[in-house]
């Protein structure tokens, strides 16, 4: 089955891999398109390459936290939007 890729564009930023695939799996379901970022420093990459709607930020990742690469966006694109999570 082919995903549409019209949706809104959402960066998930997640180090563990089971909790990247219940949210894309989700988030898909409901029409966005999801990317994935396992650390601070692709979320950081990606975010300026791909230009998401939204990004769904851990806070604890295994190298740059999420706190750093959110203020390195932000830093950069002040009107991005960023919500920061943790578990």
């Known amino acids: ?7 809104p564009r959402i960066l998930l930023v997640d180090d563990q891999v089971d909790i990247t695939e219940v949210f894309s799996e989700i988030l898909e379901g409901f029409g966005y398109q999801v990317m994935v970022a396992r650390d601070g420093y692709d ?15 851990d806070i604890s990742l295994l ?25």
């Open 43 to 57: 979320a950081v990459e990606m975010y300026f390459k791909h230009r998401p709607d939204l990004v769904l930020m």
């Open 63 to 87: 190298s740059m936290d999420g706190d750093v690469a959110t203020e390195r966006i932000l830093k950069k694109d002040p009107n991005a939007k960023i919500l920061i999570l943790t578990s």
């Open 1 to 7: 089955m082919e995903r549409d890729q019209t949706g």
